[in-house]
Nanobody
Framework: VQFVESGGGLVQPGGSLRLSCAVSGSTFRFYAMGWYRQAPGKQRELVARVTSGVSTNYLDSVKGRFTISRDNAKNTMYLQMNSLKPEDTAVYYC?????????WGQGTQVTVSS
């Protein structure tokens, strides 16, 4: 299984980004999936997760601003991020939930700055 993240970039506070996670393999639809992030000097944290049945959960600090979704037909997971704040700056990763260490990809950098 391989996860490839994309869609990051530099955005001003209040802006939006949509991250994508392309997943190889035919068993994607069976996995609970998560978006994680790691800011400089901080531990990696779970931002949002979606079950195989599309139930979702969010980190309190992103509730109402971020939306996780998945398209099983495309083997792709998304993270729509609105009303971005400087504290959302981090490298964002996708993985299963719970994560599997061998599945970490390169991540995609999100920088929120004016």
């Amino acid at each position: 299984v391989q996860f490839v993240e994309s869609g990051g970039g530099l955005v001003q506070p209040g802006g939006s980004l949509r991250l994508s996670c392309a997943v190889s393999g035919s068993t994607f639809r069976f996995y609970a999936m998560g978006w994680y992030r790691q800011a400089p000097g901080k531990q990696r944290e779970l931002v949002a997760r979606v079950t195989s049945g599309v139930s979702t959960n969010y980190l309190d600090s992103v509730k109402g601003r971020f939306t996780i979704s998945r398209d099983n037909a495309k083997n792709t997971m998304y993270l729509q991020m609105n009303s971005l704040k400087p504290e959302d700056t981090a490298v964002y990763y996708c993985n299963t939930h719970p994560y599997v260490p061998d599945y970490w990809g390169q991540g995609t950098q999100v920088t929120v700055s004016s």
